[in-house]
């Protein structure tokens, strides 16, 4: 099966059931599919050959989907930019993706004239889907190679773990360059269900968010915690909000218990899933919130889905016994096979387990988990200093990178404060060569990087503390971060 | 500083505003040209019931009360007692 093969269905099973809403904007599954070909035979006809890399610079939009599945449909790999990100950011993505079809608003435009008919590719379940792009530690965005059957098998899972269904309407808050965007849109066709795209304005405002959801009727939500922590905070949600949700999916980080058990106890009706599994490997362990009795509960991130095997390895390389925390090491169907066009750092991340046993390799996760008893696995922190922070995955080292840049600066390091609703907020310490007004450096980062990697606090000093053998003190600025 | 000054320089200082500081006047509309994110707008709101020390209603966060500097002043002063 290839993923755009499940609109290619559901076109022909209910043509006129909505597909997409936007807006006010609704779109069938045959509208859908129909605009899908005329833009696959206009990107073929631009030399899109099967295999390329097709870049969207595109606001999720109905035209975004139908570029997503035009691309696929030519054969080729699709790679959403994110439209909010500085041109420079998105111009490393371009570049590192060998990138040669740029498809923005003008082009759907343009493209969008070609014949209806489906065009005749022949691809394989393992060739490349789409490519999604995670910060990366030397200050270069990582491309995460994704086939059609990673993102399938991840799909069909869901799909009957979640028994989503035609009559469910799906939300589609994560933006389409966030691996959340794969369950929205391909288990929304697989089951023929619609897709509510739902407005960045409304997702500001709670209040206007719990509106819109019980409005559009949506029966399924997705999303990362500080979206959910918001509503349930400033929401006003009386008991038995949200009436028609049925199902309520999280993932990207840790959701606090305290607005977790909150948000339970007024949409009592709902079922509720806590996800985990980095961009590498779609979701690779899934649970049910079990009921929260108090506030310092915790909520497990699950247990292996359904082919895939998930291990916990000991600093000594052996498996954790119960209780015991190791990095989670990860293989089956719904893993990548690396990164685009970085051997060595796939070389790095893709390992044997047991050492030289061969067979295929697992890809190492960086996450500690915990081994119950009962199987499921709870998170216990990072091997190294990659964070989250709004269930952006942000490495410090990028956004000291992106720093270092300035010609003022001398020398920096971020630390990630913990924030209850942002799970972490970053801050910056910086030695300028001369005067400079946090201003200013804010608005040069904001030039290089996506807002989420952007510190929220910025303080200059003279000079960092230094530990005994001379590197910079982290441990130290954390300390003063949190206890200021 | 006036209410809207405080709001200013808050903006300026915490909000990624990547412009001329200048160009932030009191009725330049923050919304329409997506000056917040969510996460950054709770946080805004979190600085102005400290600094101001009032309380925002849930059903005050609405785009309403927040599409300019002199939007957000406004449903501040209504608070402050006078």
Redesign the interface.
């Known amino acids: 099966m290839l993923l755009h093969e499940l609109l290619e269905a559901a076109a022909r099973r209910t043509p006129r059931q909505v597909a997409i809403v936007d807006g006010e904007r609704e779109c069938s599954y045959e509208e859908l599919d129909a605009t899908a070909n005329r833009l696959a035979n206009g990107l073929i006809g631009r030399g899109v050959e099967p295999g390329d890399r097709v870049g969207l610079h595109l606001k999720k939009s109905v035209d975004a989907v139908a570029a997503i599945y035009a691309t696929l449909k030519a054969g080729a790999v699709y790679v959403p930019l994110d439209p909010?990100a500085p041109a420079a950011r998105v111009a490393t993505v371009v570049d590192d993706g060998a990138i040669a079809h740029v498809v923005d608003a003008d082009l759907v435009d343009r493209l969008d004239r070609g014949p209806t008919d489906a065009p005749v590719v022949e691809r394989r379940p393992d060739d490349l889907a789409y490519l999604l792009y995670t910060s990366g530690s030397t200050g270069r965005p990582k491309g995460v190679m994704l086939s059609h059957r990673n993102g399938t098998a991840f799909v069909e899972w869901a799909g009957r773990e979640y028994r989503v269904g035609a009559d469910d309407r799906l939300s589609s808050h994560a933006p389409l360059h966030f691996d959340l965007s794969i369950f929205d849109l391909f288990a929304a066709a697989a089951a023929g269900a619609t897709l509510v795209l739902v407005p960045?304005?409304a997702?500001?405002?709670?209040?206007?968010l719990a509106s819109f959801i019980e409005r559009r009727g949506i029966t399924v939500w997705y999303s990362v915690p500080?979206?959910l922590n918001?509503l349930v905070r400033?929401?006003?949600l009386a008991r038995g909000a949200l009436p028609e949700l049925r199902l309520v999916m999280f993932a990207g980080e840790v959701f606090p218990t305290a607005p977790l058990r909150a948000l339970m106890a007024a949409v009592p009706h709902a079922r509720f899933a806590n996800l985990y599994g980095p961009t590498e490997t779609n979701v690779c362990t899934a649970g049910d919130v079990p009921a929260l009795r108090r506030d310092d509960d915790v909520v497990p991130i699950g247990r292996p889905i359904t082919g895939v095997e998930v291990v916990a390895v000991t600093d000594d390389g052996g498996l954790a016994g119960r209780g015991e925390v190791g990095e989670l090491l990860v293989r089956g169907p719904t893993v990548a096979a690396g990164y685009w066009g970085d051997a060595a750092g796939t070389a790095a991340r893709w390992v044997e387990f047991p050492p030289g046993a061969g067979g295929d390799r697992w890809y190492r996760t960086g996450d500690l988990a915990r081994t119950r008893a009962d199987g499921a696995f709870e998170f216990a922190g990072r091997r190294d200093d990659q964070v989250k922070s709004?269930g952006y995955r942000i490495e410090l080292g990028d956004v000291e990178h992106a720093l270092q840049a300035h010609p003022l600066v001398a020398e920096s390091a971020v630390v990630a404060v913990p924030d209850e609703?942002?799970t972490n907020r970053l801050k910056a310490f910086v030695v300028a060569t001369s005067p400079v007004t946090?201003?200013e450096l804010?608005?040069d980062?904001?030039?290089r990087l996506p807002?989420?990697m952007?510190p929220?606090?910025v303080e200059l000093r003279s000079a960092l503390p230094r530990t005994a053998t001379g590197k910079i003190d982290r441990q130290q600025l954390l300390k003063e971060a949190t206890n200021p | 500083m006036t209410t809207a000054d405080k709001l200013r320089r808050y903006i300026t200082a915490e909000v990624v505003w990547t412009g001329p500081v200048s160009d932030l006047t009191d009725d330049y509309p923050l919304l329409d040209n997506e000056v917040f994110d969510s996460m950054a707008l709770m946080q805004m709101l979190a600085f102005i019931e400290e600094e101001f020390d009032v309380e925002i209603d849930d059903v005050e966060l609405t785009p309403r009360h927040w599409r300019t500097i002199a939007d957000i002043a406004a449903l501040v002063e209504s608070k402050l007692p006078s």
């Open positions: 909010d960045r304005q997702s500001m405002f709670p209040v206007e500080s979206v918001a400033r929401g006003a709004r609703l942002l946090v201003h804010l608005t980062l904001a030039t807002r989420a952007v929220t606090e």
